[in-house]
């Protein structure tokens, strides 16, 4: 009875519960002024020039290029849903799949946002796909992530389709169950596409060889940072969607997936963490052993530079990845969502910081030996502008939750729900 | 990208990359163009109106996908998984030789043994000239009373089971009647000729499995006298406790005399819209 | 035959004085850019002062001229540039950059490991009257792209260009000297064809006393450095952390 009083109940799907329309634009309205914050930033940056960020000749990426590569990497979990649910027909992730399509249109629609202010000349976009080289990681990641994009794209089409009123033209509603029916093609896609994306944006550092910090060995012309940053994105890709959900049910005060989904989704972050551990700790140890030093690089002098010390990587590979990885899959520790959640938590920290140790700590290491060891603190703009991105993710994601069937259940029955 | 610009040398690396690309880009285009193409060809052979119908339906409450067989008490409970369409349910004949169980009441609603009956609140009536009629039921035309305004199909146009019979406007709200069968539109009638369409059917009306989705005889009770309950909840003031009262018959025109009930609610499950 | 175009560098007769830096922006047209500090300005040579790290009489100073090091061997920039901006001229081993096709991702610039890049963060400007003193054989660079030491290739041309209008197929050496060459007033840094044996900074580069920087990185940089002094002759290699003798500057 509650959604017929609204004043939007038109929008919003039968039988679904739904605060005020006020209520909802209160919610709404520090994250568009949040929103709007970001576009103005950005447009300086567009307009007045890269000048205003706080990036220099030594500092070439900052807090632009960190944010890009943390959000992608926490965006994983669309097409490793959608991976696990298609292809390997694990049904018992349903719940969770069409957050993860949102979340995942979210954050690489912001991260390619946020690249088109971060290059140059913003114009010359298409520059890689007329004059391609071959070589190099950043065309692969600029194709993959594109393709990647429509892919999402094409997967939140069928969601917004099925919107109370949109699903009354009769086309729209065919057009979204023959799209639907297709989905699984696009999955398949899309876990082909996010395996080389996520693993070229590894390969961006790992071909280094003018930065030994992010140089490493690897398989053919792939790095090892390739593999294991497709390892660390898939093990935290569901501990991100595990929070997303929390948080939403906490904002919403309901319970919208079945209480064991948040177990199963830890279970398969904390496994996929394990292995992501054992094989950074392996590359860590032929890294300092071998390549770093092959180089005349000793490596004790990455770390001789405070707050940069050796703590860091204590904290990357065992605050942040074996301890979530231990709370995750341990039977005691899973079962309570308190500490469930907080591992999670440490899991997405972690590979915000794995992905900070490569982008910025390495253009603050010395090269050269009279270099100096350089420090870099954003600019307003820049975090204004990732503001905005965060901004726009809450907005697109109240949006849909309020006017699309993000978790609705199958009602009941063995009937073939399209889209639930 | 292609070999006419400035430069372009193909090396191993250029031809395994860029036939990945092309690979991975045709994927996505033929997907497109498939869903697409698909869908117009849905439209093309009249499949649209059931897949809009099939989506429709699992957008119910569960409450309102009742199977008939539970209705008339030959099974406890079960909901039905087919969108009401009995000619092609697997279970139909081992429910159906089943003898219909239950009480009837005397609903104070007019509906006969001659007519068939379709869960929007339609009922279709052979004809001798093998034509059908088909017309709002009284559960229909006692919530609707007289509608401000209505809109006929075309004659000679095709309308598709559980598609669009007829609409019509009342105090605001639009309200679309499901058609109770497919055929061809060969009469117009209205309120005042006690039937609304005359079709061709599309299927022998000879046929038993051409109306078994229907409902007829005493399932025509029990179907009904749940509506009322549904209708009795639905439409009793806000913010009273829900009662179901004994005996009583349905009055006439009740959009106009309780205008400030759900009517949304009420005209949805009805007539079965999401 | 292909030239490898490559430098010497002595850093025993460099005195730091800085006339090279300001030959390089004369020559490519580089804007003033008064807003721009140390890590922003456009300083396609720089030249960098070190110190030996001891105190009192035992001090020493060096100062190295440091530019594009036009790496021979997997080039980082060359092959990290999304639309190959950048490429090694097989013609002249020099490491050519093209404005016009950068997008200003400056992949490049975390790739070099010789710092070797700047970007354009302003649009270039120069105080009214000065634009009669630009170059006009060097095209100016909007903002927004990299760019770097490439040699003074507009000199290559003239001196081709020279060299065709007198019938000849190779270019007279003297005609090809880059700016600041030309410019250093103790001739400390020397020019010329590595791939010519003939050419007398083609020996000097394998002289005892004759290093590249960072060279275990193997990229294969064509600009050499020369010292008698062990101290500097050490700067070749990375720092062994903090508290070694090296200073920066």
Known sequence: MASTALADSRWIARGEERTSLRQFLVWLAPWVVVFALGVYAAGLCLYFGLNQTNMDNRFAFGLWIFLDLGVIALGAGAFFTGFLVYILKRAELQPILNTAVVVGFICYSGAVGILMIDVGQPLRAWFTFWHPNTHSMLTEVTFCISCYLLVLCLEYIPILLRNRQLRKLPSFLVFEHQLHKLVPVLAGVGTLLSFFHQGSLGGLYGVLRGRPFAFRQGFLIWPSTFFLFILSAIATGPSFLMLVTATVEKVTGRRLVPPDLFRRLGFISGVLLGIYVAAKSIDTLIWLNFTSPSVGFAPWQYYSYKPFGLPILFAEIVVFGLLPAFLLTYRRSAQRRGLLLSAAALACAGVLLNRFVLTVQTLALPTLAFDEFLHYTPSWQEVASFGGVLGYGVIVYSLSYRYLPLFAQPKGGNTHVSGS | MFPGV???????????????????????????????WRTVRDFRTNRAIELCWKSDFAQLPETERRCRHELAGRVMSRTCDNAFDCRQCSNYSQFAVQSARGIVHDLGLNYSNDRFYHRGHTWVKPEEDGTLTIGPDELAQH????PDSITMPKMGSEIEVNGTAWEMTKNGNEIRVRAPIEGTVVGIGGPKEGWYLKIHPRLDPNDPVTLRHLLRGPEVHFWLSRELERLQLQLRPANTAPSLADGGVLMSGLMDAMPESEWGTVLADTFLET | ?????????????????????????????VAPLPQASPRTGITPMLVRKVSNGMEGGAQREVFIPIMCMHCEHETPCVSVCPQQAVEVDKATGIVMQMPQRCLGCRYCMTACPYHARYFNWWDPAWPAGMEKSLNPGVAVRMRGVVEKCNM????????MAKAAAAGKREIDPADYVPACVEACPTAAI??????????????????PDAFRLLARLDTEPKVYYKSKEAWVRALAESKSGPGSEVKHG
């Open chain 2, 6 to 36: 400035d430069g372009f040398r193909w090396t191993v690396g250029h031809i395994l990359f860029l036939s990945l690309f092309f690979a991975v880009a045709l994927t996505i285009l033929v997907t497109v163009v498939s869903a697409v």
């Open chain 3, 1 to 29: 035959m292909n030239a490898r175009y490559g430098m010497v560098i002595d850093l025993d007769r460099c005195t730091g004085c800085g006339s090279c830096m300001v030959a390089c922006a004369a020559e490519n047209n």
């Open chain 3, 190 to 207: 020397r020019f010329g064809n590595l791939a010519d044996q003939n050419d007398a900074v083609s020996h000097e580069a394998h002289s």
């Open chain 3, 152 to 159: 003074c290739h507009a000199r290559l041309h003239s001196a």
């Open chain 2, 143 to 146: 919530l609707i009373g007289s």
